[in-house]
Each structure stands twice: as structure tokens, then as C-alpha cells.
């Protein structure tokens, strides 16, 4: 917090009149609890749906009639033949930690070679790098299709961590911007210490970017639990163990399931929020780090 | 252009040179690429190279040899069994699957297309090392070559895993699916026990002229406007959003500020289509909020005013044109902002401390600092990803295929197309390949509107990816 | 060395071949000593089975595709069960797969290759199955023949062109009429302007999804114009602007606005429909025996169901018509195992099992015998409704255009019923592109 700390502390605060220095800052906090409020009902109502003891459909009530674990423990302790979430539990982590793993590593790397690095052709393979995400991907979801096809990994975790990780290289471009304002001194001194491209990438450009790194990782991590229409379309199996999250718990709300299962997929919501949370627990602390280290380079 | 004009043009003269000049060994690395290395010492690396033109070899014979030569009909022999009751058993005939014989002979061009490079890449190498040979200089050890990789051409090395992903999962695809936009892959030419084949480019006439139904054309103009409307909108919504979230709750004067952030942050944690389909029913004609509005009086009111029709009981936030439209924007700032939030945190906690300082001392107020320093900062940084969000959005199909799966449309035009007001083009595209199995004229418009965001990207932002203004904060 | 395996090979393969060629010459001479020698019919039909046994080797794979609910899973794990027993001397490994009905063709579309050998699928697909080339023709059968013992009009629906495509499971993937005895009388129950009434007066409503065009054709059915697929198996035929049947389309547009227009008439989709019905809002419902569970676990003992209504149109009482829907088990036309594969789907769909999935399940069986026997409330609604009830038979183009109809006639917000009519239609009958 030490930098907007900082710049929040200007004369026009300290000489406003006593009611503005109280007024405000309620008014400030009433607009945010507001504003969470609303960020926060959907969410409210997703949690007390999942504690329903009535497992079916009810989009019409906000608080259920009665209240219950049950769908907790089906979910958890009683998997069935259309609901397995341990092990789409299983799936969809193991994806988003290898997934989340490569494709932040790519990121990294192709976002220091056009920040940091000035080879022949480089401006030309950026813009033909963004003009190839501009194609819509819902449309070339077959050919993928076919391509893993052609080297037998349809149907398989590899294959969805692949499908996952291997374009992220094109997302480069904010973490490109965050490099470009690394000093670039601070690379050509350690160039003169003899340090090789490797270590400034790894040892100085890496650590100076942490909170952009958070970013790109949590992202990374999250894709996977989001798709379920790609997911849909490689996974061929009609086995619920071979499910992630994401295409089971969508299954969940199809028409013949979804007035037996609704509260289920409520909670299955809810437990999915779990390793993300934690996730961000984690990161958060690699954002007060990533403070320290913007004094630093200051 | 005359730039890249100029290069190319080297870039082969250059190559002309290395042929003309060489010697024996680099002019025989024609045939067996590793022999100039090897005549200069370079006895692993002209393995590797003599290696890899071997798998090369290896995988063109394979792919070339069988379906290169059916490129041009995409195959001629359909699919015929026969069963025979009595063995209960199929016999088939050496059929060709169209699909497969595009695809693989696509992928044998970009194998060949990058091979092409390296080739001409090795040769120049090779008289490079002859000269320096020839000069007394010092040559390369494989151990020194390995060296250089990851220091002066260390971005060959960050650049190589990549590219090979991005070739899987985007390059082939996409010319593979642009390539389909040119033939008659549709629901009565499905492989594999259909062959398509080429049909030039009646499919783009076909979309802007009438013969699909009259109203294809009608239908894509209209969806086309909603989803550059869309995607302009939805982005910076959620841009300006998430910034201004993130410097208010940052601000010394807020309490909590990390309790506050997780708040929102939590609604990043639950998966999006869980959320956006939950909120789609609270919403829906029949939801909650239908509810609470009729209870308090407020769909009479809308009605009174007209803003509602006398006819439907309900709010149609999600199932009328202009009311969805409206719903769907705001659903996206409620699904967007907190990540937008997240970025722009981390980048206030990293805005140089010495620019600050220096405007502090020079008397500048908040606001100020805010317009003058922050934003421009977080601009520089952002600006090119808003590219990348606009684009991201054109192809958004979560938010609005989750949110309208009850809305029916009431415009005949549109029905007749299996379009919907609110669909994005990526969206009816989806449609159209799902439950149509209409490849071609989905590739078309894929086609179309890939021409469309490219030729926008380098009208308006050209500044941003060029990167004219890299060196600014340095 | 390295020459006498390749030797050793190319005599092993030769050898393969001439046996290949040889088993199926004999065979061949065995068909024509059968067909001379006709008297024994059940020997004849036992021989191809008792070959293929013999012929497989090693495990046959298998993957079946069947709905997802609890009940659908559980009884054709028994019933799979019992195929392998009945086949005792083969090695099978049986995947069974969670695939809901409705979706099948869309799934299995993607990748015909690597679909399930054996799957369920809704009737409504069977025509874009077999136009992709992914259903195998029922050309023979083996331990029993559907059109026997089969409904004609399960039968029916299985058919294209003049060839059966699909072994039928199940008759009742159709619609008809829910509603609550204590809020609707029986005796109103024939009429929708009664049921309409009835809701009012008790504050409830009445659900149909008007704006989803299966439900749409029960209206224009019921007053004799249709919609239905033309010879060349794409595009459909539909009349629902005439203006010479009696009474016109725009009679029978009329007619659906007049009725969507009662306060108690809800046009809403299935998941809303069971949430009303849970919450006591709703007390009647066009629905098919995919809600019955949710339905009698609200109603109880007041469950009635029935054949849909009639509707006033022109002043007259025309009763609804509907679409009838089956669940059928199709086989891969690019199964490795075309052979068990068909008798996997025979063994499925034969009487005694279709009984039992009808037991497990409360889904009505296609089998004639069987679907005497079977009787719940829900059975006997569709039965009843069953002749004014036709077989889907429509192209693609017919759905989009459909459900926009339905839309618009649900809200009433048209000026011109004729012109409105015309352009649905033109969508509807346009060519397939």
C-alpha cells in the first residue's frame, strides 16, 4: 500500500471541513458495500441454493424452504452415474495445474522476447501473432479437433492440457507492456556484469514482475474450469469419470437432469470456488511482494 | 512495405550469395544438409540438422505421397459397405475421407513451409561458418552454439515451444477451416461417408446474395453491427470499470481495502457459465427478479410508460431485443470488472514511485496525478491488451450463449437464418456448425468477420502493436 | 535370419487370406443349403450367430450410449449383464456411456468414427443420422424381427426410405396434457378454455412452451394443416398459411393468441414449468414422461394426465394433435463390431427387456404385447392421445422458424396473422443450404 498511500496524501484532504472528512468517507464505504452487494447476490443465492433440501429446480425463490447437506454429500460421498465430482475434481486439477503451469511459462517467454529482445522480423511475427487471435476460435474447434485426432490425443487429459497451453504464447501482450516499463538500464548493467539473456529473464525481468505474473497465472489456471464446449468436443467419453468440472457440472442442468440435480450443481459451484479461492490466498502475498520489489526499481 | 519489400528480397539474394560462393561442402549441405557442418568441425550439429532433414523426409513421403495427390478433387471414392447377414460381418472399401485428406495435406505444406526456412536458414549458416573458417576465425563449438542460445539468440529458444503451439492449436486450424469456406462441406456432405469437394467461391456469393433464404445477407449486417457494438462497449465497460474499482478500493481513505477486493474477487472464483447461467434465471421471464418487480409494482409502471408491452406479464430483461442488449452489457460488467479490477491492482501497486514524487512536490493535485500520471501509465501498459479484450469479446461466447438460451426471437428474417438479435457472430456461427452442420457458410462468415476485426485492428490501433512508444518508460 | 521372418509372415497372412476366403465360401454354400432347405427357419436364423461366435476372437469392445438418468443406467447394466451370460463364450468388455437422448446426434455427428458402437438416440434425429451416413441399416435381424412384434408406428419412425434404420426401445418420448386434480376436474380436463378457467379461478396457470415449435404443431395439427418432410428428405412441406383449409391458418393463429393471451396461460420452457409446478403456481402443463418424476413428487395423489385438449378455433372445438417421439437404439455404421453390435441392440430391444426397461424406467415400450400391459397415468395420456399423434417427419429448417412463430404468437404483438404465417413458412419450407 505504500505507493498509494503516498499519493493520497495531498493538502486538499487535510484542509476540507470537518463534515466533509466525516461524510465522505461513509458515503465511500456505504458506495462499496453497495457495490458488493450487487458483485455478491448471485453468489449469496448460488450458496443458499446449494444448501436447499429440495435438490430440484427453483429459480423462483431467493432463500430455499428448507434447508439441508445433502447436496454436499451427494456430491462428494455419492457419486452416481451422471455425477462423479470427486474425480472430475481430480480431472479438472490436474489440467489446470499443468495447463496453468505451461502456459504462464509461455507467456513469460514470448512476452520477454518481444519486450526485451530486438531480432530481424520481429515487429511482423507480433502483429501476425495478434492477427491470428482475431480468427474466431469456436470455429476452428473442429479442426483442433481433428488435428489431435491425427496424433491420438483425443479423448485424454494430455490432450486437453494441450489444447489449453499451446496457443497462450498469443496472450503476451499485457505482460509485454509490463516489461517494456521495466527499466531497460537496469538489463544492460547486468548485460555488462556478464550476466547471459537467461539470467536477466529469470533473475531480474521474473522477480520484477510479480504482479502481472499473479495475473497471467491466475488466469491460466482458471481456463480450464471454465470450458465446457471445447471440453465437450475432445472428450469423447460417456463416462462421468472422464468428465472435468466444467463439462459435468454443465451436463447437470440439461433437461432431464436439471429437476433432480439443480442444487447439486449449486454446490458443485460452490466447490469448485474452493482451490480458486485458496488460489488467490496464496497469490496475494505474492502481491505485497511485488510492492516491495516496484520500491526497488523505483 | 517497401521495407519488407527490401528484406525479401535480401533475405533471397542473400541465400543466391551462400550457393554462388560456398564451397563443395556448403553446396552439397544442398543435398545432405549436416555436410557443411561437418566439413567445419561441427560434427554434432551437423548430425542434428542431418536428423532432422531425415524425419522431414520421413514425414513429407508419408503425407505427401498420400494426399497431396488428392488436394485437388479432396477425393473421389465415396464410402460403400456391404454387410453380410449370414458372417454378420461389413466389408468396406478403400474409402477417402475429404476432411482428413485437407487436414493432412495442410499440415504436410506447413511442415514443408517451415522446413523451407530452416533450409535456406542452414545453408546461409553454413557459408557464414565456411567464411569465418576461411578468415582463420574462430569457430563455434556445439557447446558454444548451445551457449548462444540462451543469450544472443536466446528469444530462438523462448520463441520455439511456442510457436509449435500456436502452429497445433491456431495456425492449422485456421487454414483449415478458412480453406473449408471454399468447398461444399455442409449436412448432405459429411464425411466420412460423404465426400465434399471445391466449389470456388459460390459460398461468399451465396451470403450476399438471396439463395440461402432471403434474409442471410439481412441477418449478417445486423449481427455484425451488434457485435462490434458489443465488443467496444462490453470492453471498455469493464476497462474504465475495473480501474476505477480498483483505484477506489485502494485509495488510503478505504477501510478494509483487502477485504473489500476479495469481495469481488470471490465472484472470479466460481466458474463463469455457473454464475452466468444462475443469473440468467434470476432474470429470466419467470425469475426472481420478475418477481420482486411485479411485487413492488414496477413491471405496471415499465408498462404504463410503455417501456414494456401490455401483453407480456413480465420484465423481458433477457428475452426481448434492446432490453437484452442492455442486460447483457451490464451482466458483463458484473462478469468482467473484478478481473479487470485484479489487473489494474497490481499495476497501481507498481506505478514508478519517483514520478509520483516528483509531481507531488511540484503541487500537483489527485486528480492530476490520477489523469496525468497514473492513467497514461496504466494506458501504456493495458492499451495493446485492449486490442487483444475488443478481439477476445467479437469472440465472447460464454457470456451471450449462456444468457440467451430462452431467448426466442420474434423477427421472421432472423428465424429464417437461425439467427437471434443477440447473437454475436460467433455465436450463430456456432449454431449454424452445432445443429446445422452448415461448415461452409460458417466458415464464411468466420472468414468475413476474421477481414473485419483484422482490417479495424490495423485502422485504429496500429499504434499500439506496431510499439512505436516501447522505449517511453524506459 | 531377418528373411525367414518376413518369409514366415507372408505365409501367416497368406494363410489368414485363404482361410478368409474359404470361411466365407463356405458359408456361402451353407446360405444356399439353408435357403433349399427352408423347413427349419430357427436353425437358419441361429447359424450366423453361431459363425460370428465362432469367428470372434480375443475381447469384443463395446460402447453404449443410453440416457443418463439413474433408472436408464441401471437397467441396462442389468440387461448387458444378461448379454454377456446369454453369450457366454465371448469375451466382452461393455462400456456403458452417460448420453442424454436428445443430444446423441449432435455428439455423435462430430466424430462418427468415434461414437459409440451401439447408442439410444430420439426419433426427431434419425433422419440426420442416416443422411450422415452414421446408422447402420437394419438389414437382417436375428433373435427377433421388430416389425413383428413392434408398434407400426415405433416402426414407422424408425424407417427411412422404405429401410429400417433403428431397433425402437421406447413410445413414450412424446407430449401430452398434466394438470392437478384438486384445481381442474376431469371432466374439464378435455377442454383448454375449461383448464384455462379453472386456473383462473384458483389463482394458478397453465404451462406450454408455445415458442418452441414441437409444442407450436400441436395447434396447426389439430386443425389439419402440416408440416412434414418431402421426398427428398431435407426441405419440409407446410401449409400453416392456407387459406383454404377450414379453418385457415390464420384462424388457428388467432385461436393460440387468443388462448395465450388468458392470464393463466404461461408460455414457458421445461425447467420454469417444474419450478412453477414445485412452487404451487402452476396446475396444469403440456409435458412429456421426462417430468413425471418432479410432477407426481408435487401433486401426489391429485396427478391426472390426459390427452391434450381441445382448443376454440372459428368457434369450433378442435381437438390438438402432437408429435409422437420414440427413443430407438441405433448401431454405428462405422462400428468395428458391426456383428455384436446389432445383437447387442436387438438384445436391448427385445420384449422381455423392454418390459423391464418400461419397469425401471416408466417410459412406455414400443412392443406391442408389452405396451398392453404397461398402464400408468402418463402411459395411458399418451395412448389416448396416440391417434391424433404423428411421427416427427420435419427438416431442419422447420425449427428456428417454427419457434419464432410460436414467439410471436404467444405474445400477440402482430398486425397481420396472413402475413406473419407467410413468412414463417418461407423460412420453414426453404431449402436446406
Same mark, same amino acid.
Given at each position: ?298 | ?91 468396406? &472399401? ?14 504436410g505444406i506447413v511442415i514443408a513451409f517451415f522446413f523451407a526456412i530452416y533450409y535456406i536458414y542452414n545453408i546461409k549458416q553454413i557459408y557464414e561458418v565456411q567464411k569465418r573458417k576461411e578468415a582463420g576465425l574462430h569457430v563455434n563449438t556445439f557447446k558454444e552454439d548451445c551457449r548462444e542460445m540462451i543469450n544472443g539468440k536466446f528469444f530462438i529458444t523462448l520463441l520455439g515451444l511456442p510457436t509449435i503451439g500456436v502452429i497445433l492449436v491456431n495456425v492449422i486450424p485456421i487454414v483449415f477451416m478458412t480453406c473449408i469456406g471454399f468447398t461444399n462441406y455442409d449436412m448432405d456432405h459429411q464425411p466420412p461417408t460423404y465426400l465434399f469437394t471445391w466449389v470456388g467461391l459460390r459460398n461468399f456469393k451465396t451470403l450476399f446474395t438471396s439463395s440461402v433464404s432471403d434474409s442471410f445477407g439481412y441477418v449478417f449486417i445486423r449481427i455484425l453491427i451488434w457485435t462490434l457494438i458489443w465488443a467496444i462497449v462490453a470492453t471498455f465497460t469493464t476497462f474504465f470499470g475495473g480501474i476505477f474499482l480498483a483505484k477506489f478500493i485502494n485509495d488510503k481513505r478505504t477501510k478494509l481495502p483487502a477485504m473489500w477486493r476479495t469481495f469481488f474477487v470471490i465472484t472470479i472464483a466460481i466458474p463463469q457459465f455457473v454464475t452466468l447461467l444462475l443469473v440468467g434465471k434470476m432474470f429470466g421471464n419467470n425469475g426472481i427478479v420478475n418477481g420482486i418487480c411485479s411485487q413492488i409494482g414496477l413491471t405496471g409502471f415499465l408498462q404504463d410508460i410503455g417501456l414494456v408491452s401490455k401483453g407480456l406479464g413480465y420484465i423481458p430483461f433477457l428475452s426481448k431485443p434492446g432490453w437484452a442488449h442492455v442486460m447483457i452489457i451490464l451482466i458483463n460488467i458484473w462478469v468482467g470488472v473484478p478481473f479487470q479490477m485484479l489487473s489494474a491492482t497490481g499495476l497501481l501497486m507498481n506505478i514508478p514511485t519517483d514520478q509520483l514524487e516528483a509531481a507531488k512536490i511540484d503541487g500537483a493535485s489527485e486528480r492530476q496525478i490520477f489523469w496525468k500520471i497514473t492513467m497514461p501509465y496504466i494506458m501504456f501498459v493495458m492499451g495493446p491488451s485492449l486490442v487483444t479484450s475488443i478481439i477476445a469479446n467479437i469472440n465472447n461466447f460464454n457470456v451471450i450463449y ?28 456456432? &449454431?449454424?456448425?452445432? &445443429? ?39 | ?97 452417460? +448420453? ?11 466424430? $462418427? ?34 416389425? +413383428? ?6 416402426? /414407422? ?81 407446410? /401449409?400453416? /398459411? ?54 407426481? +413428487? ?32 441405433? $448401431? ?64 431442419? /429448417? ?12 404467444? +405474445? ?22
Open positions: 500500500m505504500t505507493n498509494t498511500k503516498n499519493i493520497s496524501d495531498n493538502p486538499i484532504v487535510i484542509k476540507a471541513p470537518v463534515s466533509k472528512r466525516i461524510v465522505r468517507p461513509i458515503l465511500r464505504h456505504v458506495w462499496l458495500a453497495f457495490l458488493s452487494f450487487i458483485w455478491l447476490l448471485p453468489i449469496i443465492w448460488l450458496f443458499v441454493t446449494s444448501l436447499s433440501g429440495y435438490s430440484g429446480i427453483n429459480t423462483s425463490h431467493f432463500f430455499p424452504e428448507t434447508w439441508s447437506l445433502a447436496n454436499y454429500k451427494k456430491l462428494l460421498f455419492q457419486p452416481d452415474t451422471v455425477a462423479n465430482f470427486p474425480a472430475w475434481f481430480k480431472n479438472s486439477m490436474i489440467i489446470g495445474i499443468f495447463t496453468c503451469l505451461i502456459s504462464s511459462i509461455f507467456v513469460m517467454m514470448t512476452a520477454y522476447a518481444f519486450s526485451c529482445m530486438r531480432f530481424r522480423g520481429r515487429k511482423q511475427l507480433m502483429s501476425f501473432s495478434i492477427t491470428l487471435g482475431m480468427f474466431p476460435g469456436v470455429l476452428s474447434m473442429i479442426a483442433i479437433y481433428f488435428v489431435m485426432k491425427m496424433i491420438g490425443l483425443t479423448n485424454s487429459i494430455v490432450g486437453l492440457i494441450i489444447i489449453y497451453s499451446a496457443g497462450s504464447g498469443l496472450g503476451f501482450l499485457i505482460l509485454k507492456g509490463f516489461f517494456d516499463t521495466i527499466s531497460g538500464s537496469l538489463r544492460e548493467s547486468a548485460k555488462l556484469d556478464g550476466a547471459s539473456e537467461l539470467t536477466i529473464f529469470t533473475k531480474i525481468v521474473i522477480p520484477l514482475s510479480k504482479p502481472m505474473i499473479v495475473y497471467t497465472v491466475i488466469n491460466a489456471f482458471l481456463t480450464p474450469w471454465m470450458d465446457f464446449v471445447m471440453a465437450q468436443l475432445m472428450i469423447r467419453s460417456k463416462d462421468p469419470r472422464n468428465w472435468t468440472v466444467a463439462m459435468g457440472l454443465y451436463n447437470l442442468v440439461q433437461k432431464t437432469l436439471v429437476g433432480k440435480y439443480f442444487s447439486v450443481f449449486c454446490a458443485g459451484g460452490v466447490m469448485v470456488a474452493i482451490p480458486i479461492s485458496i488460489l488467490f490466498v496464496i497469490m496475494q502475498k505474492f502481491y505485497v511482494e511485488g510492492i516491495t520489489a516496484g520500491g526497488v526499481k523505483g | 512495405m517497401e521495407e519488407d519489400k527490401i528484406s525479401l528480397r535480401h533475405y533471397f539474394s542473400s541465400f543466391g550469395t551462400a550457393v554462388k560462393n560456398g564451397n563443395i561442402f556448403t553446396r552439397l549441405s544442398l543435398i545432405i544438409m549436416g555436410l557443411g557442418h561437418w566439413a567445419n568441425g561441427q560434427i554434432v550439429k551437423g548430425c542434428i540438422v542431418t536428423a532432422v532433414e531425415a524425419i522431414f523426409i520421413w514425414v513429407i513421403s508419408l503425407i505427401g505421397g498420400t494426399y497431396w495427390p488428392k488436394l485437388n478433387t479432396l477425393g473421389t471414392v465415396q464410402r460403400e459397405e456391404k454387410f453380410d447377414p449370414l458372417t454378420m460381418t461389413k466389408t468396406v &472399401n478403400h474409402f477417402d475421407n475429404s476432411l482428413l485428406i485437407l487436414l493432412f495435406s495442410i499440415v449462456l444468457l440467451t438460451t430462452d431467448f426466442t426471437t420474434t423477427n421472421m428474417k432472423f428465424a429464417n437464418s437461425h439467427g437471434k438479435e443477440v447473437d454475436l457472430l460467433i455465436t450463430w456461427l456456432f &449454431n449454424l456448425t452445432n &445443429n446445422y452442420s452448415n461448415f461452409k457458410m460458417a466458415s464464411v462468415i468466420g472468414i468475413i468477420t476474421f477481414v473485419i476485426c483484422v482490417a479495424l485492428t490495423l485502422l485504429s490501433f496500429s499504434k499500439f502493436v506496431q510499439g512505436d512508444r516501447e522505449e517511453e518508460f524506459q | 535370419m531377418k528373411k525367414k521372418i518376413v518369409s514366415l509372415l507372408l505365409a501367416a497372412s497368406m494363410v489368414a487370406t485363404l482361410g478368409a476366403c474359404g470361411s466365407s465360401k463356405s458359408t456361402d454354400s451353407s446360405s444356399k443349403a439353408d435357403t433349399s432347405a427352408s423347413a427349419d427357419s430357427t436353425a437358419s436364423a441361429e447359424d450366423p450367430v453361431q459363425t460370428l461366435i465362432k469367428n470372434t476372437s480375443g475381447t469384443v469392445k463395446l460402447t453404449l450410449w443410453v440416457s443418463e438418468t439413474d433408472a436408464y443406467q441401471k437397467v441396462m447394466k442389468e440387461i448387458v449383464d444378461n448379454f454377456k451370460n446369454e453369450y457366454k463364450d465371448v469375451d466382452f468388455d461393455i462400456t456403458i456411456g452417460s +448420453e442424454s437422448e436428445a443430444n446423441t446426434k449432435d455428439d455423435l455427428l462430430k466424430d $462418427v468414427e468415434s461414437g459409440a458402437d451401439v447408442f439410444a438416440f430420439a426419433d426427431d434425429q434419425i433422419n440426420e443420422l442416416v443422411k450422415a451416413g452414421a446408422l447402420q441399416e437394419v438389414s437382417q435381424t436375428y433373435t427377433y424381427d421388430p416389425k +413383428e412384434v413392434d408398434t407400426d408406428a415405433s416402426i /414407422n419412425s424408425a424407417t427411412v426410405d422404405g429401410k429400417l434404420y433403428a431397433y425402437p426401445m421406447t413410445a413414450s418420448n412424446g407430449y401430452f396434457l398434466y394438470y392437478d386434480k384438486s384445481v381442474i376436474p376431469d371432466e374439464d380436463a378435455g377442454s383448454l378454455d375449461k383448464i384455462l378457467a379453472d386456473c383462473d379461478k384458483a389463482g394458478k396457470t397453465f404451462g406450454m412452451e408455445l415458442s418452441n415449435a414441437w409444442y407450436l404443431y400441436s395447434f396447426f395439427k389439430g386443425a389439419g394443416l402440416e408440416a412434414t418432410l418431402n421426398d427428398d428428405g431435407k426441405t419440409t412441406d407446410c /401449409n400453416w /398459411n392456407s387459406k383454404d383449409n377450414d379453418p385457415t391458418g390464420a384462424q388457428v393463429a388467432d385461436a393460440i393468441t387468443t388462448a395465450a393471451k388468458d392470464k393463466a396461460f404461461k408460455n414457458l420452457g421445461n425447467d420454469d414449468q417444474m419450478s412453477a409446478i414445485k412452487d404451487g403456481k402452476m396446475a396444469a402443463c403440456v409435458n412429456g414422461t421426462w417430468s413425471s418424476g418432479t410432477i407426481s +413428487e408435487a401433486w401426489g395423489k391429485n396427478l391426472g394426465a390426459a390427452k391434450l385438449p381441445t382448443f376454440t378455433c372459428n368457434g369450433k372445438q378442435v381437438q390438438m394433435g402432437s408429435f409422437s417421439g420414440f427413443k430407438h437404439i441405433g $448401431v454405428n455404421a462405422y462400428s468395428k463390431q458391426p456383428g455384436w453390435s446389432m445383437l447387442l441392440a436387438e438384445y436391448i430391444t427385445n420384449a422381455e427387456n423392454q418390459s423391464k426397461i418400461y419397469e425401471a424406467t416408466g417410459e412406455g415400450p414400443a412392443n406391442k404385447a408389452d405396451l398392453e400391459k404397461a398402464s400408468s397415468p402418463a402411459l395411458d395420456a399418451l395412448n389416448a392421445q396416440a391417434e391424433f399423434a404423428n411421427p416427427q417427419r420435419v427438416g431442419a /429448417n422447420f425449427w428456428t422458424p417454427g419457434n419464432s412463430l410460436g414467439q410471436s404468437l404467444a +405474445e400477440g404483438k402482430y398486425s397481420d396473422a396472413q402475413k406473419l404465417l407467410d413468412d414463417a413458412v418461407k423460412g420453414i419450407t426453404a431449402e436446406v443450404k
